[in-house]
């Protein structure tokens, strides 16, 4: 008999095979993207695929009606006991027997592409390092005498094609009675690949395994620390949480926190230790809301700036703190996640930490950069994760520049009189008439006087708590286009801005955002001090994206990117109006939300972006902010609303 055409799709892979090749055979063959858990036994359903049925003419191939063979006894029973939507085959029993055109669903390809929904400058491609492996092990022999790790190994690679595999105690401890009560079937969570020198398996389970496999994508901020966790078969965030970072008891921002430990021996433990605490319940929380079994959680990946890393690993973080800002080292991190008392997940779960920048830049940073790929981008875009310290990111095909600039944690609504945390009851943006002068808001949480817009007069305004970062920022950027304060920062007086929202308060003027102490509720006000705060703060974070166009020779972006949790929900135009940013086109300024998460995840869900963001972070130039002394000059002409120098000309359009 001849051998009959087979064309996969969505790839458009083809081939030519013998009459009765397992489809899962034929795609292997070809190289195409078709999972499979249990080996072809039938059992796990990830070979699931879609042939085309009927007499038809598909790619210029007829397509015979009886193309695959019928249903096996093991197709059958897999469909009787488990299910199989219409039309669905397992690809490791139906065997092919005539030209067919066979359609492999997202959901059984290993490396599916998983679309990100905030920007889409890489869409990550699922290749997890950790992966189920399901093998069926010989059984032992008194006259070939072996391990049963040993003979798991053989199995492993018999039948995989892996290993051998490294081991560590609990997994050695759980092999036998699993391989006992899985009459010899088992399916072992097998880490492989980038930066370790033998795949690991992290777990083992009797027969097979089909609970789900989770890792967790940590973003350890100084001042938050948030998670997502990540189902590392299909990509999807599963849940994300968010705590604030317990060491802020120790210090707001990271310089306090190294002053810290050089004033307090053994600061950094008591700093190491809440750290980790927190992560831990943070976790736990999550898995618990989800009904995820630890064990499940087998993988972590965690990005932080250089003074996070240092005392999340239990490094003395002494020598960040003084020039030359020397890093224990600047490398990736390949761990066990107990080696850091990451206890919520697997006890054998693998830890994943992406490389620093630098001594100021560290792997947050990385992480913005494998997010939105500047190295990738014809023009020339500007990556600014905001912060209590900003990560900056310059460049294009040719080169990329990094910094970090101590922004403080002003624009997070820290030190600032009303300020407080993007919660609810926090004001988060704000709109001033410029004739009347009189606020209208927008309030987390409460939308029930507000008018469609979303923004409510501050007349009917009810359960408002304070002011969050970007309320503030919005709130001083509309006081200047209200003429309510002079380019120098400069609040005026009631009589030469014609509203009684300016009130005096001690040798200044308050703009009364909102006052309900008649009633013993807040009275929210933007005082001369947070114009301050607000102001040494843009100006940090302009004299850091200034200083890289600088270096790069340019003084013009072609696009702006504002990341991090903050700048997701910064209005560009507010932003340019006080001089945060330089000055761009409205347009091309955007949004990446938090994009050291998505770099986090991105790493997670994709063993060779971890292999990839080494390679950039080695080629990014760092520009050291600290002893430069053109950021001095730079941050005092930026002080100014917008600034003192600097045109912006966007503006005016
Ligand atoms: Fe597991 Fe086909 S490969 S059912």
């Known amino acids: 008999m001849s051998d009959a055409l087979v064309i996969f799709t969505p790839s458009g892979k083809r ?78 029993q139906a065997r092919i027997q005539g030209d067919v055109v066979i359609d492999v669903p997202a959901e059984s390809q290993v490396h599916r592409q998983v679309v990100r929904k905030d920007v ?42 892996i290993g051998p595999v490294d081991a560590g105690l609990d997994v050695l401890r759980a092999l036998q009675p699993a391989l006992r009560k899985g009459k010899w079937g088992v399916t072992v969570a097998v880490h492989q690949g980038h930066g370790i020198a033998r795949p690991v398996a992290v777990d083992i389970w009797p027969g097979l395994y089909d609970g789900g496999l989770f890792g967790l994508a940590i973003d350890l901020g100084s001042t938050t620390i948030a998670a997502h966790l990540c189902d590392l078969r299909t990509g999807a965030v599963r849940a994300s949480g968010g705590i604030m970072n317990p060491q802020i008891r120790f210090g707001e921002d990271l310089m306090s926190r190294v002053s810290y430990v050089m004033m307090n021996p053994g600061g950094d433990i008591e700093m190491t230790r809440v750290v980790r605490e927190g992560m831990n319940t943070l976790i736990a929380d999550i898995a618990r809301a989800e009904g995820i079994d630890p064990r499940a959680m087998v993988e972590a990946v965690v990005v932080c700036n250089p003074v996070m890393h240092h005392l999340f690993l239990g490094i003395d973080p002494v020598e960040l703190g003084q020039a030359p800002f020397a890093l224990v080292t600047s490398g990736a991190m390949n761990l066990r996640a107990s080696e850091v008392d990451l206890v919520a997940i697997n006890a054998q779960a693998r830890l994943y930490m992406l490389p620093c920048i630098a001594g100021h830049v560290g792997a947050d940073a990385a992480a913005v950069a494998l997010s939105e790929a500047p190295e990738l981008s014809d023009d020339l875009v500007l990556v600014v994760d905001v912060g209590t310290n900003a990560e900056i990111l310059l460049g294009n095909k040719t080169r990329v520049l990094a910094c970090s600039s101590p922004t403080g944690p002003a624009f997070e609504g820290a030190q600032i009189s009303s300020g407080q945390r993007a919660a609810p009851g926090a004001i988060e943006a704000i709109r001033i008439d410029p004739v009347t002068k009189e606020p209208r808001f927008r309030v987390i949480g409460c939308d029930l006087w507000s008018d469609e817009d979303g923004f409510g007069a501050a007349t009917k305004a009810s359960g408002i708590t304070g002011i969050c970062g970007s309320g503030i920022i919005e709130a001083v950027a509309e006081m200047r286009m209200a003429g309510l304060v002079d380019a120098s920062g400069l609040i005026g007086s009631a009589s030469q801005a014609g509203t009684e929202r300016l009130q005096p308060e001690g040798r200044t003027h308050v703009y009364v955002i909102h006052d309900a102490s008649d009633t013993g509720g807040p009275r929210i006000t933007v005082t001369q001090g947070d114009i301050r705060a607000i102001q040494l703060a843009k100006s940090a974070l302009y004299a850091g994206a200034r200083l890289l166009m600088d270096e790069m020779g340019v003084d013009k972006v072609d696009r702006v990117v504002l990341a991090g949790a903050f700048g997701a929900h910064i209005s560009p135009k507010h932003a340019m109006v006080l001089g945060m940013i330089p000055d761009a ?67 005016s359009r």
């Open 15 to 92: 081939g030519r095979f013998a009459h009765g090749t397992p489809v899962l055979t034929a795609a292997r063959q070809l190289g195409v993207d078709l999972d499979s858990v249990c080996g072809g036994r039938g059992i796990c359903s990830k070979c699931q695929v879609s042939p085309g049925v009927g007499a038809f003419t598909k790619h210029g191939v007829t397509v015979s009606p009886d193309a695959l063979t019928e249903w096996n006894s093991v197709e059958q029973r897999y469909k009787d006991k488990r299910g199989l939507l219409d039309g669905r085959r397992l690809g490791c």
């Open 120 to 161: 889409t400058a890489r869409d990550i491609v699922m290749d997890p390092a950790t992966r189920l492996f399901f093998v069926q092990v010989a059984e032992p022999d008194m006259h070939e005498p072996s391990g049963d790790f040993e003979r798991l190994n053989a199995a492993l690679a018999d039948q995989w094609g």
């Open 585 to 651: 086109h409205l347009d091309q300024v955007t949004s990446a939300g938090n994009a050291a998460g998505t770099g986090a995840r991105i790493a997670l869900c994709n063993i060779a972006a971890r292999a990839g963001i080494e390679v950039t972070v080695g080629n990014i130039h760092k520009v050291e902010t600290a002893i430069e002394p053109r950021f001095q000059e730079h941050f005092v002409a930026a002080n100014a609303l917008p600034h003192a120098v600097d045109p912006f000309p966007e503006l």
